[in-house]
């Protein structure tokens, strides 16, 4: 059963009834069920069994400090692209020893500072990274894990903005120079090539794309240990997609199984950074209708969430499920969900039947990734607050701004 769900004709996150928190905390807000999280990773985690593995949540899918110290109680990695995340997974509690740092414009002081704390692995993008990664390891008297990112060449059929593994996008090394780099990075002096890793888009939906993905990771791994590099893991990113509509993406079970049959008897460990396959459905954003507007040719419900709070519509026409959340009686009419924000692009959904009345809540459905985390101050409006929901209780984990947080980092010219 999902952990968002109806009860007494009223929506419920666990055993907590959402409008509950609403009334505590205002709107709009976004509320995390805990138990969703820990299933997310848990399907992950046992999907591989006994064959040595870590699943690394992408953390930029959601990187509220309390999300990281619900995965890192479960003994979850993290994948990391920036210092900033770093800090929040150490905060949280999470070990750095299971942190893969990915990214392409890493900064020398990031470097730095994942070395001091000691990283499981650098994710490496490029040969220029290598070699700045090689100086910054020796001037710290320390050796620099490397796993080399190659760019594979496969087309995850999916949005173009979240396609990562094509050779024109920006991300890791062609696959056709990575023996080549792998043999530069074996010499160098401060580095020990540990790993190979791929992450070809995000929202994939079969199994096809990963399997083309690992068809050329494991040609690679077989021929470099015919030249004597043994590498001791292979990433293979994040992506796996999930439900927002009518979407029937392979289950963590389907996927691993399947990645586990093409390993045949290598022994090497499996890493896997899944972001949005944990976080996605294990959150809501709530928004308020303010009023109801009809012209000629629409009909608007105006609500207090928009474009700065929730981002996916706009950017990727994404379409994320609206439902409310004590459904009233009464005929339903065609809605398009629109935001204060002064731009046309401020929706939230289009064309949503529903029966509403302002001040009514409502629920935009699969918001736990690449939800708050996208989020902005976007014509100087406060973001939301965060809440975990653990049983019959929840918590506040981000307050909501306030325009003196807002003001705090600026200053007039003297
Ligand atoms: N690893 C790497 C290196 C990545 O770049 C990403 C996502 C992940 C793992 C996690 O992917 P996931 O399992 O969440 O698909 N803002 C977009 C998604 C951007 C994903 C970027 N990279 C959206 O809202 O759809």
């Given at each position: 059963m999902?952990?968002f ?12 009834a959402?409008?509950r ?31 040595p593995?870590l699943?690394c949540?992408a ?7 309390a999300?990281l ?5 479960q003994?979850?990695?993290f994948?990391i ?13 999470g070990d750095a020893?299971k ?14 500072r994942a070395?001091?704390?000691?990283v499981?692995?650098?994710n490496?993008e490029?040969e ?16 620099a894990p ?11 059929q999916?949005h173009?903005?979240i396609s ?6 920006k ?6 120079r990575?023996?080549t ?13 540990t790993?190979?890793?791929c ?10 794309p ?23 893991h292979m ?7 999930v ?6 993406p392979?289950t963590?079970?389907?996927y691993?199984?399947a990645?586990?049959?093409k390993?045949g ?8 950074e899944?972001?949005r396959?944990?976080a ?8 308020r ?11 608007f419900a ?5 474009m700065n ?8 026409s994404?379409?994320q ?5 004590t ?13 204060p ?16 009345a ?13 939800g ?5 101050n ?15 209780a929840?918590?506040?984990v981000?307050?909501?701004?306030t ?6 980092l ?5």
């Open positions: 999902s952990q769900h109806y009860q007494n004709q009223t929506l419920f996150a666990e055993q907590v959402v409008n928190i609403a009334d505590a905390v205002g709107s709009p807000c976004y509320v995390y069920s805990r138990q969703a999280l820990e299933n997310h990773w848990q399907a992950f985690d046992e999907a591989f069994g006994t064959h593995h699943i949540y953390v930029k899918a959601n990187s509220n400090l999300v110290n619900v995965l890192a109680q003994g979850a990695g994948d692209v920036s210092q900033g995340e770093l800090e929040r997974v150490l905060k949280a509690g020893g942190v893969v740092f990915s990214g392409v414009g890493k900064l020398p002081e990031e470097m730095r070395l001091q704390v000691g499981y692995c650098f490496v490029s220029a990274e290598l070699e700045t990664l090689n100086g910054v390891a020796g001037e710290m008297g320390k050796i490397v796993s080399l990112r190659v760019n594979p060449d496969v087309d995850a999916t173009p903005y990562t593994g094509l050779k024109e996008n991300f890791g090394i062609d696959i056709d990575a023996i780099v792998f043999e530069r990075a074996a010499e160098l002096p401060n580095i020990k090539v790993g190979i890793d992450h070809i888009g995000s929202q994939l939906t079969s199994v096809t990963f399997m083309d993905a690992l068809d050329r990771l494991l040609d690679r791994i077989d021929e470099l240990g015919a030249k004597g590099i043994q590498l001791e990433d293979i990113g994040g992506g796996l997609g439900r927002y509509r009518d979407e029937q392979p963590p079970g389907d691993v199984s990645l586990l049959e390993l008897s290598r022994k090497i460990k499996i890493l896997m899944p972001g396959a944990i996605a459905n294990a959150g809501i954003m709530l928004t209708v303010l009023l109801l507007k009809s012209t000629e040719a629409k009909h105006v609500v207090d969430g928009a709070d929730l981002i996916r519509p706009s950017l990727y994404a379409w499920n609206i439902i409310p959340v459904p009233r009686a009464g005929q339903t009419q065609s809605y398009d969900i629109v935001g924000v002064c731009e046309t692009g401020d929706f939230l959904g289009k064309d949503r039947e529903l029966s509403i302002p001040g009514d809540l409502l629920a935009i459905c699969s918001a736990g990734a690449y708050f985390v996208m989020s902005s976007y014509n100087s409006r406060n973001r939301a607050a965060e809440v975990m929901v653990d049983g019959d929840f918590y506040t981000r307050r909501r701004e325009y003196e947080d807002q003001l705090a600026e200053s007039l010219v003297p």
